[in-house]
């Protein structure tokens, strides 16, 4: 009780007024009924953050964040300190060098946006696109249609080419491409090459300077294994001479690179000044997850991620489910994508792997939606087993489901939604 109290005292006084919410904690209802009535807050606080936060344990296999391994845990709960004391920008060099390794890039203009992957997605289309200029998209899924659209919203001619979901394109395909719609591709042309790798870095080889790249991003939230909040972004020195050189600023004062330069110490100027306040201790996460990446070695990790990510297929298909990207040499180690076997609705299956086993699992996003379920395998050697042995436990096979038949008469067949196998 005692616990309690003390608990919901910290949740208030950092909430509201900590001398009102503190009493109101520690007196009757009554007084604090009378007291409430004469003062000038008319509305009361809210009984649910009167109660002491609570999270579940679950493993996340979904598109969204993987779970976050303790010492990562541990960096955010350490006591902050100022997001420009000298000790912050040495932790930001120390990201930034990691960011570099991450990315295998020498380009000095890396660093990490303050926020999700969008921000680093818009952060580099606001900055290197100008009214009026033109962008070629390849779009083979939500990710594409996204980019086109905020392209779009700054004023671009944008131009897409389109792939079903779980389609690909090649360099040569780009390059066939009108290039009189010029985007983001072959140097040769004059144009820049910007690679989304939100769902990859990290996983699965991807060399920035040497594949050319000229703009590259990632999340926090996938591979790194850090919590959502911080976004890895490199450019290259061809992207830098482009955005540094518009004709107009930038859309967005946040977002403007100009200052991000200066904040992040790329700029070469002797002094960093304030442009926003970072999240500091999604800084201290990403330091430690980059950390983890270069104590395992880049290498290792995208072996780890073969593996697992061929132990994964293997076991599914073992099962009887179908893999999405048909082409062996094409899936990505990180995303695991089953095609949603006939007759089920696929959120049927992720309800009751949540509701049941605390596993994450998700339906396709944007074009794919409907047609995929989602098992992903960020960075995780015993997600792979995980699943497997969840589909094998006794208890899911005996659990059920009614499955309408396609076509004519309503028929019910008992189905497990684990393994799909009939079990009737
Ligand atoms: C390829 C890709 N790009 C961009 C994003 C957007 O990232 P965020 O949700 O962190 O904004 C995601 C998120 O899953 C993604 O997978």
């Given at each position: 009780m005692l616990t309690a109290l003390s608990h919901r005292g910290v949740i208030l006084a950092r909430g509201v007024n900590a001398h009102s919410c503190l009493s109101r904690v520690l007196h009757p209802p009554s007084a604090c009924r009378s007291r409430r009535a004469m003062g000038s807050v008319s509305i009361p606080p809210p009984?649910?953050?009167l109660r002491p936060l609570e999270t579940p344990q679950r493993l996340l296999s979904g598109p969204g964040p993987s779970n976050v391994p303790p010492r990562v845990l541990a960096a955010a709960a350490r006591q902050i300190i100022g997001h420009m004391h000298g000790e912050m920008l040495e932790i930001m060099d120390d990201i930034k060098k990691g960011i570099q390794y991450a990315f295998q890039t020498q380009n000095n203009m890396t660093l990490a946006m303050s926020g999700p992957g969008h921000v680093a997605m818009e952060c580099a289309i606001f900055n290197t696109v100008e009214s009026g200029e033109s962008v070629l998209v390849a779009v083979n899924g939500i990710w594409g249609e996204r980019a086109a659209e905020i392209a779009e919203r700054i004023g671009a001619r944008v131009n897409t080419i389109v792939k079903p979901p779980g389609g690909y394109f090649t360099k040569e395909e780009i390059e066939q491409v009108d290039l009189q719609l010029v985007f983001f591709f072959s140097h040769s042309h004059n144009c820049l090459f910007l690679l989304d790798a939100v769902a990859s870095l990290g996983g699965s080889p991807i060399l920035m300077d040497k594949q050319g790249i000229d703009i590259l991003y990632t999340g926090?939230?996938?591979?790194?294994?850090?919590?959502?909040?911080t976004a890895p972004i490199s450019f290259s020195e061809r992207a830098c001479k482009k955005m540094f050189h518009r004709k107009t600023k930038p859309l967005s004062y946040f977002l403007d690179m100009g200052w991000l330069a200066n904040y992040w110490g790329c700029?070469?100027?002797p002094t960093r000044t304030y442009h926003h306040t970072g999240p500091i201790s999604g800084f201290f996460t990403l330091r430690e997850s980059l950390a983890i990446l270069a104590e395992m070695g880049l290498e290792n990790s995208w072996n780890r991620h073969k593996e697992v990510a061929e132990h994964l297929h293997k076991g599914l298909e073992s099962m009887g489910f179908k893999l999405f990207v048909q082409e062996k040499h094409v899936r990505l180690p990180t995303v695991t994508t089953i095609t949603?076997?006939?007759?089920?609705?696929w959120r049927e299956i992720t309800v009751y792997a949540m509701k049941h086993h605390n596993v994450e699992i998700s339906g396709g996003l944007g074009p794919s939606s409907g047609m995929v379920g989602l098992p992903l395998s960020f960075h995780m050697t015993c997600l792979a087993s995980s699943l497997i042995k969840i589909s094998r436990k006794k208890d899911v096979q005996k659990t059920c489901h009614k499955r309408e038949s396609e076509s004519g008469p309503k028929k019910k067949k008992k189905v497990c939604v684990m393994c799909f196998r009939c079990c009737a």
């Open positions: 009984a649910s953050l926090s939230q996938k591979v790194l294994n850090s919590p959502p909040g700029d070469g100027k949603v076997p006939p007759g089920y609705d």
